[in-house]
């Protein structure tokens, strides 16, 4: 399996970022792939998951901010559109699939 992530940057607090990671190898669906992220001497924290089609998770902190939707098409990718920011969302962002782990992308969120 391979997770290619991109969409990360420095926005300034209120803006948005969309971030989207790209999956191969995966035979079947692509239900429970997520997002984490991790700041700075913090742990790495899961963001949001895509359960299912009818069912998602956020972490509190983005609830209401942040939305995790899959492609429609046979792209197999995840998106993360995160509207919002804020200084405290900055970290590097990665996707997950089971074991399975992107190479991050930065998001800062500064003025």
């Known amino acids: 399996v391979q997770l290619v992530e991109s969409g990360g940057g420095l926005v300034q607090p209120g803006g948005s970022l969309r971030l989207s990671c790209v999956a191969s190898?995966?035979?079947?669906?692509?239900?429970?792939m997520g997002w984490y992220r991790q700041a700075p001497g913090k742990q790495r924290e899961l963001v949001a998951r895509?359960?299912?089609?009818?069912?998602?998770?956020y972490v509190d902190s983005v609830k209401g901010r942040f939305t995790i939707t899959i492609s429609r098409d046979s792209s197999r990718t995840v998106y993360l559109q995160m509207n919002s920011l804020k200084p405290e969302d900055t970290a590097v962002y990665y996707c997950?699939?089971?074991?399975?782990w992107g190479q991050g992308t930065q998001v800062t969120v500064s003025s």
């Open positions: 997950n699939y089971g074991s399975d």
């Open positions: 190898g995966i035979i079947g669906s692509i239900y429970g």
């Open positions: 895509y359960i299912s089609s009818s069912s998602t998770y």
